[in-house]
Antibody
Framework: EVQLVESGGGLVQPGGSLRVSCAAF????????MDWVRQVPGKGLVWVSR????????FYADSVKGRFTISRDNAKDTLYLQMNSLRAEDTAVYYC??????????WGQGTLVTVSS | DVVMTQSPLSLPVTLGQPASISCRST???????????LSWFQQKPGQSPRRLIY???NRDSGVPDRFSGSGSGTDFTLKITRVEAEDVGVYYC?????????FGPGTTVDV
């Protein structure tokens, strides 16, 4: 069974940093492109970032470019999102997703990041 | 960026009756590889999104056959032949042909 398990969310002050992780189970992680999508509670879905299967190609939404870094460790079947210079508007649930048969085929349960003083 | 619009944004339904959601994009969604990356997602209250349909009309594993997708170019539709109580939630269309991938605003389906 495919599982994506996010962790690392929490409360952080504006300007601070946080790294969220996504552990992958039940599929060939090293062969899968992966994405991060976020959702402000009660609002819509917004794509954040994408990484190719070996970590060489990375893509970012304009709103996070230069502040967020996506990465992966294929030996640990884990995806990461390093978030720096956090702003109140980055407050959201962050979902890890796996691309198969197109994009965003599997989703994790999400991890809540709250940016507030 | 490609803007996705949906209508209606709120869809009251009657159990056992059909329902339909329209999705439009501001650009054509045919990728250079020949595929059209238009997907539909369902998000039930308190849950993560779940993909129902990919590449316009392909149902994901485990998705009931009362859900179907259609369309081409810039106009797409999600149809439910007979709405069941478990179908209540928010439905999003999404294009991933162009970077950045973009989602529609969501359609709330409620009984």
């Amino acid at each position: 069974e495919v599982q994506l398990v996010e962790s690392g969310g929490g409360l952080v002050q504006p300007g601070g940093s946080l790294r969220v992780s996504c552990a992958a189970f039940g599929f060939s992680f090293r062969r899968s492109w992966m994405d991060w999508v976020r959702q402000v509670p009660g609002k819509g879905l917004v794509w954040v970032s994408r990484i190719d299967d070996d970590g060489t190609r990375k893509f970012y939404a304009d709103s996070v470019k230069g502040r967020f870094t996506i990465s992966r460790d294929n030996a640990k079947d884990t995806l990461y999102l390093q978030m720096n210079s956090l702003r109140a508007e980055d407050t959201a649930v962050y979902y890890c997703t796996r691309d198969y048969s197109g994009h965003f085929g599997n989703w994790g349960q999400g991890t809540l990041v709250t940016v507030s003083s | 960026d490609v803007v996705m619009t949906q209508s209606p944004l709120s869809l009251p339904v009657t159990l056992g009756q059909p329902a339909s959601i329209s999705c439009r994009s501001t650009q054509g969604l045919v990728h250079s590889d020949g595929n059209t990356y238009l997907s539909w997602f369902q998000q039930k209250p308190g849950q993560s999104p779940r993909r129902l349909i990919y590449k316009i009309s392909n149902r994901d594993s485990g998705v009931p056959d009362r859900f179907s997708g259609s369309g081409s170019g810039t106009d797409f539709t999600l149809k439910i032949t007979r709405v069941e109580a478990e179908d209540v939630g928010v439905y999003y269309c999404m294009q991933s042909t162009h970077i950045p991938p973009t989602f529609g605003p969501g359609t709330t389906v409620d009984v």
